[in-house]
């Protein structure tokens, strides 16, 4: 057993089923280019005692350490990040009679949830030797990678769309990264850093194509779990969805709880995404395995402006398992539901995580979710960075 307490054990490919020694740096898998998932001893260890242990660990995401890849304590780069509060906001107008909840992410460092992912693949990276890394990025993933790179004393380049909101250039370089703006998408600066990283020696951290952020997003579902102890599971979590890392991590969390003995059904997980750019509601919605390329994506929430997810069999497959579904909302219902977060409930939310407030009575009405039923909307990350009346006007242009 690793010094942290970690049970990681392999790596596997679900595309071909081949396993991979996770002592080297890897992206994806050697054999069919597929996304590596970490695999873990589970076996050695008593899930009831577990759960029954985790309350007097600290308020931190690495209270899990038992089911994250880091082996050495030593080698955990930390900025506070993890255990974000569930606030019950109660039953909304629009969705009489669900009980519904935001599990807020806003709080975490660098302002979103794509601190848990980076957290522990650049503490991974870091273990690993690795000392050069980058990422194409709507915002926040950069931001986080800047400031964990940081902490750790590594190099980082952030490659934005050069639509990015200024803020989230200007937080990246406050972290010493080198920032560099591509025209287009996040699908276009993926391909721009790939080719100029190609003979650097540098790392790509983009989502799922390096098998470890899934691993920190996997604690969403973990505390979403010990969170509703004693009491049950949310019915339904509603996810706004762009690259899909955060369903395939809490998917994940799910099946490694199942395996544990500790959850017999899941949360059914939606994925929530901009009518302009729907590619994995799209495929849901027909019965595809995979996403095809959404023509011409729009939206005012950058993260979710991701035409053709990397891995989106991981993405459908991680919905499905759940028996969750797909729903899309309009710019305009993004910043009122912005608005509706801000003024009714003092939450402030991202355009991307207002997202499913604006989906919950889109769904209630279509019947994916019931009167009675518990759901919990994700907040992904703090709006403070973004101005609601501008986004509006840059609508009506
Ligand atoms: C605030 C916010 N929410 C959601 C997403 C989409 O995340 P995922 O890649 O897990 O679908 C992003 C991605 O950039 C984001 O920044
Ligand atoms: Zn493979």
């Given at each position: 057993m690793a010094?942290?307490?970690?049970?990681?054990?392999?790596?596997?490919?679900?595309?071909?089923?081949?396993?991979v020694d996770p002592a080297r740096p890897v992206g994806t898998c050697p054999g069919c280019g597929h996304t590596l998932l970490a695999a873990y001893a589970l076996d050695r260890l008593d899930g009831r005692r577990w759960l029954a242990d985790l309350p007097s660990r600290e308020a931190s995401l690495w209270r899990y350490r038992e089911?994250?890849?880091?082996?050495?304590?030593?080698?955990?780069?930390?900025?506070?990040?993890?255990?974000?509060?569930?606030?019950?906001?109660?039953?909304?107008?629009?969705?009489?009679?669900?009980?519904?909840?935001?599990?807020?992410?806003?709080?975490?460092?660098?302002?979103?949830?794509?601190?848990r992912g980076m957290a522990v693949a650049v503490s991974r990276a870091k273990e690993l030797g690795l000392s050069d890394l980058y990422v194409p990025s709507a915002g926040n993933a950069g931001i986080a990678l800047a400031a964990y790179a940081a902490r750790g004393g590594l190099h980082s380049r952030i490659y934005l769309p050069e639509s990015t909101?200024?803020?989230?250039?200007?937080?990246?370089?406050?972290?010493g990264a080198e920032v560099i703006g591509v025209p287009g998408t996040i699908r276009e600066a993926g391909t721009v850093a790939r080719t100029r990283e190609a003979d650097r020696g540098s790392f790509d951290m983009s989502t799922l194509r390096e098998p470890y952020r899934v691993e920190g997003k996997k604690t969403m579902g973990l505390?979403?779990?010990?969170?509703?102890?004693?009491?049950?599971?949310?019915?339904?979590?509603?996810?706004?969805?762009?690259?899909g890392t955060g369903l395939v991590g809490m998917a994940k969390a799910f099946r490694e709880l199942a395996e544990l003995g500790l959850l017999e059904r899941p949360p059914r997980l939606y994925a929530v995404q901009p009518e302009g750019c729907a590619p994995v509601v799209r495929a849901l919605a027909e019965g595809a395995d995979r996403v095809t390329t959404w023509e011409e994506p729009r939206t005012v929430a950058p993260g979710l402006l991701v035409p053709s997810p990397f891995a989106s069999e991981r993405v459908i497959e991680s919905v499905r398992s759940t028996g969750g579904g797909g729903m899309t909302?309009?710019?305009?219902?993004?910043?009122?539901?912005?608005?509706?977060?801000?003024?009714?409930?003092?939450?402030?939310?991202?355009?991307?995580?207002?997202?499913?407030?604006?989906?919950l009575p889109k769904l209630l009405?279509?019947?994916?979710?019931?009167?009675?039923?518990?759901?919990?909307?994700?907040?992904?990350?703090?709006?403070?960075?973004f101005s609601v009346d501008a986004l509006e006007r840059s609508l009506r242009d």
């Open positions: 010094e942290s307490g970690s049970l990681f054990h392999h790596l596997e490919c679900r595309g071909c089923g081949r396993t089911l994250l890849p880091v082996g050495r304590t030593g080698a955990v780069l930390s900025l506070g990040e993890g255990f974000t509060p569930i606030l019950p906001i109660g039953p909304i107008p629009e969705a009489p009679g669900i009980l519904v909840s935001v599990k807020d992410d806003g709080g975490l460092p660098t302002g979103s949830f794509k601190a909101p200024a803020p989230a250039r200007d937080a990246c370089a406050l972290y505390e979403i779990f010990e969170q509703s102890q004693p009491g049950p599971m949310p019915d339904a979590v509603l996810y706004p969805t762009g690259g909302v309009t710019d305009r219902e993004i910043l009122s539901a912005m608005r509706a977060l801000g003024h009714r409930h003092g939450i402030s939310a991202s355009p991307e995580a207002a997202a499913p407030y604006a989906a009405r279509r019947g994916d979710v019931k009167p009675g039923e518990r759901v919990l909307l994700y907040n992904t990350g703090t709006g403070l960075a």
